[in-house]
């Protein structure tokens, strides 16, 4: 992958796909499916060293975190726990020699099923699970501890699962503080730690603003608070305190690391959606793609695909449909299926449950299909080899 290239990083129902464009961010390719078939929740690089991490699993496979150092040409696999599979083959051997099986003791046993996120930053690998637990690696991927103070939060018994589980999702990393780290939890909210995870505290508060109106739906906010079921949060470039999140009842927006939240839904055609994503220069400016509604569908209003940009953190939005489907658009985003790359204009990119990767050289001015035909995308993320 020479310097400059983009890599699209495609987690599916049906295993990894690389979409890999040249540094004009044209010439689009597909390779896959890589991993296994397994179900790859999330996929993330390193820059410098080109390694690819995908996180997945299931009921069948158990969790377990796959790793290439080739630019994905070969994988190895890290189990985490037991699957459907692991029975099977204890009691047929015949079986367990087809799938090349061994009776070898799993780091967590059953504890979960799925990892669902990832994140490489300052020398550590992260992990998310469903159900919520976070695992730290400090040797890239090949041994994993469980963080026990945020599984033992007191507030543990009152996390509650969203239509997916209770799934821990989102790690966002502090630019230059190893101890600082932010986790979006469905449903129980927003967590961080400022103490490298001795401790958590729950920052789900909303600003000193007032809601004019109070709504039904138990998603939304209520209590003070902003609503727990956060479905994604991304932070500002260059800003540690400011934090993006999209969750079930709207876009919020934090100015001081999550401890209180401002409503900037307004100017948006509806309160739900998945996916935010941020410039990677400029923290007023982000993206993200609001779906008609939690009980409607969840396809984008009227039919018509359109992903909404502020310049301003917020304050106004505007669509932006050019060379997107404008009828009978029924697809759904994500919450992991949009990221964006570091060029001049910002590349933004995002993938469908029906098996698109659409592509912005312009902030998203301007879209094109890069490849279709895809199982169901369940994340998208950038590779792009010179980048810090």
Known sequence: MADGAVTILVGTTKGAFLVAGGPDRDGWSVSGPHCGGWAINHMIADPASGTIWAGGGGDFFGAGVWRSTDGGATWTLTRLTRGMMDGYAANDASFAAMIGWTD?????????????????????????????????????????????????????????????????????????????????????????????????????????????????????????????????????AGEPDILYQQNHHGVWRSADGGRSWDDITEGLP?????????????????????????????????????????????????????????????????????????KTPAGVYFGTNSGSVFASRDEGETWEEVARHLPTILSIEIMERGTA
């Open 104 to 236: 070898a003791p799993l780091p967590f046993g059953d504890a979960f099923s799925q990892v669902w996120s990832l994140c490489h930053a300052h020398g550590t690998l992260y992990a998310g699970t469903k159900p919520a637990q976070l695992l730290v690696s400090t040797d890239d991927g090949q041994s994993w501890t469980e963080q026990k103070s945020l599984s033992e939060h007191a507030s543990r018994e009152s996390w509650n699962p969203g239509a997916a589980g209770l799934v821990l999702h989102t790690i966002v990393p502090h630019p230059s503080d190893p101890d600082t780290l932010w986790l979006g939890i469905s449903a129980a909210g927003v967590f961080a730690t400022e103490d490298g995870g001795a401790t958590w505290t729950r920052r789900n508060r909303l600003s000193n603003a007032e809601i004019s109106e109070t709504h039904a739906h138990p998603a939304a906010p209520r209590d003070g608070d902003v609503g727990h079921c956060v479905h994604n949060m991304v932070r500002a």
């Open 270 to 342: 509806s309160t739900f959606g998945f996916p935010i994503h941020v410039h990677p220069r400029d923290p007023a400016t982000a993206w993200t793609i609001p779906l008609n509604g939690d009980m409607e569908g969840r396809f984008p209003p009227n039919a018509a695909a359109a992903v909404w940009r502020t310049r301003d953190s917020g304050e106004n939005w505007q669509d932006l449909r050019e060379g997107l489907p404008q009828t009978s658009c029924f697809f759904t985003i994500l919450r992991q299926a949009m990221a964006g790359d570091r």
